[in-house]
T-cell receptor, first 114, second 114 residues
C-alpha cells in the first residue's frame, strides 16, 4: 500500500524567502507523485506532477519539485515566497495499475509573513 | 472550458437523513472520482466512476454510494447520515482516469450534519 508523509503541518516563511515543503512517500512500485494547493473554500488545484522522465519537475506559480527515489522524497520548493502563496498544500501518490485513486498526505499550511 | 461544478455548495442535514450531491465534470472527461475531506481524517478517496461503472472504491461503509450517468455527470448519495459525515466532499474529473492523468477538482460541497 502507498502512503505519503508531509513533515510539518504548519510552515511559516517571510515574503521573498525560500519555500520548502516536505513530502516522503512509501510505495512498493514506481509511484506517480502530485502536489496540489487548496485555497480557503476552494477545491484542489494541481501545482505539478511526476510520472516518468525528468526527476526535476516545474509547475505553476514558480514551484518545482524533485523526485528522489533513493530518499523516497518529493519535496516542493519555490525560491521566493509571495503573499499569495499562503494556502494549504497536499502531496499525493498513486501508481501504475492503481488507477487514479490518490492517497494524500495530511497537508501543510503555508503562512507567508511580511 | 468550464471547470468541474458541484451542487449544492453547502448543505445542512440532520442525523438519519439522506443526501445527494451532484458533480458535472469538465466536458469530455469520462472519469469522475469523489473524495471526502475532514479535519481529522484528511482527504480520503470514496470511489471512481468511468463509463457509468464504479471502477474503484475506497474504504467507506455501504451508506456511501454513487452513480454516473451517460453524460458523465455523477451523483453521490449518503444514507442515514451520521455526525461524522460532516465534511467537504470533493469531486474530480479526468479524461479516462489513468494514474498519470491530472485530476481537476471542483470547489466541493460542504455538508454539515446536525
Amino acid at each position: 500500500a502507498q502512503s505519503v508523509t508531509q513533515l510539518g503541518s504548519h510552515v511559516s516563511v517571510s515574503e521573498g524567502a525560500l519555500v520548502l515543503l516536505r513530502c516522503n512517500y512509501s510505495s512498493s512500485v514506481p509511484p506517480y507523485l502530485f502536489w496540489y494547493v487548496q485555497y480557503p473554500n476552494q477545491g484542489l488545484q494541481l501545482l505539478l506532477k511526476y510520472t516518468t522522465g525528468a526527476t526535476l519537475v516545474k509547475g505553476i506559480n514558480g514551484f518545482e519539485a524533485e523526485f528522489k527515489k533513493s530518499e523516497t522524497s518529493f519535496h516542493l520548493t519555490k525560491p521566493s515566497a509571495h503573499m499569495s502563496d499562503a494556502a494549504e498544500y497536499f502531496c499525493a501518490v498513486t501508481f501504475t495499475g492503481g488507477g487514479n485513486k490518490l492517497t494524500f498526505g495530511t497537508g501543510t499550511q503555508l503562512k507567508v509573513e511580511l | 472550458k468550464a471547470g468541474v461544478t458541484q451542487t449544492p455548495r453547502y448543505l445542512i442535514k440532520t442525523r438519519g437523513q439522506q443526501v445527494t450531491l451532484s458533480c458535472s465534470p469538465i466536458s469530455g472527461h469520462r472519469s469522475v472520482s469523489w473524495y471526502q475531506q475532514t479535519p481529522g481524517q484528511g482527504l480520503q478517496f470514496l470511489f471512481e466512476y468511468f463509463s457509468e461503472t464504479q471502477r474503484n472504491k475506497g474504504n467507506f461503509p455501504g451508506r456511501f454510494s454513487g452513480r454516473q450517468f451517460s453524460n458523465s455527470r455523477s451523483e453521490m448519495n449518503v444514507s442515514t447520515l451520521e455526525l461524522g459525515d460532516s465534511a467537504l466532499y470533493l469531486c474530480a474529473s479526468s479524461l479516462v482516469g489513468t494514474a498519470e492523468e491530472t485530476q481537476y477538482f471542483g470547489p466541493g460541497t460542504r455538508l454539515l450534519v446536525l
